[in-house]
């Protein structure tokens, strides 16, 4: 028997411990440790002050389309009218937005500010309703915005984005 008790105390004590003990801390998941690569492209994307990305070097927007610009525009004023947006709605910043490296910022003709391209207003085309649409351009007066190869790094590459994805940060 005292053979049976110094080999039975041992194992209670320990499942007594065991049954007691505080739970150890869990691990943190590995993907908390550091984002993925498409978690850091996805937020640079969505962190973007402007809403327009580059596509290679075409200009586009949220989900993907062209953005196009007016040839009748001045520098920094837009004259598309009432029946014009109705087809290339402007593409408006919010109160407060201020001008980011070659974006800068136009006006409406009812005084609203508009995002615009090196002065140039931008505008999205209705007839573009698909994900990476781009057919604009076969419009007269009207051109996807192609950035040039010495401004690539000022603009945020497109990264895909959820439909569901709150609005960029402003």
């Known amino acids: 028997m005292p053979l049976f008790r110094s080999l039975v105390r041992p194992v209670v004590a320990g499942l007594f411990a065991l049954a007691f003990a505080a739970p150890a801390p869990a691990a943190a998941p590995a993907?908390?440790?550091?984002?993925?690569?498409?978690?850091?492209?996805?937020?640079?994307?969505?962190?973007?002050?402007?809403?327009a990305w580059r596509r290679g070097d075409l200009l586009v927007d949220r989900l993907n389309r062209g953005l196009y610009t007016y040839g009748p525009d001045e520098p920094g004023v837009s004259v598309c009218?009432?029946?014009?947006?109705?087809?290339?709605?402007?593409?408006?910043?919010?109160?407060?937005?201020?001008?980011?490296?070659?974006?800068t910022l136009a006006t409406g003709p009812e005084g609203r500010a508009i995002w615009a391209w090196q002065g140039?207003?931008?505008?999205?085309?209705?007839?573009?309703?698909?994900?990476?649409?781009?057919?604009?351009?076969?419009?007269?007066?009207?051109?996807?915005?192609?950035?040039?190869?010495?401004?690539?790094?000022?603009?945020?590459?497109?990264?895909?984005?959820?439909?569901?994805?709150?609005?960029?940060?402003?």
């Open 81 to 103: 009218d009432l029946n014009c947006r109705r087809y290339w709605p402007p593409v408006y910043a919010e109160p407060g937005a201020r001008p980011v490296g070659p974006f």
């Open 31 to 51: 993907s908390a440790a550091a984002p993925s690569a498409r978690d850091t492209l996805l937020a640079r994307a969505l962190a973007n002050p402007v809403p």
């Open 120 to 170: 140039q207003p931008l505008y999205r085309w209705t007839g573009d309703r698909t994900r990476g649409s781009a057919r604009g351009e076969v419009v007269d007066e009207w051109f996807l915005v192609r950035v040039p190869r010495e401004r690539l790094s000022e603009v945020v590459a497109y990264f895909p984005m959820p439909a569901a994805a709150p609005a960029p940060a402003r």
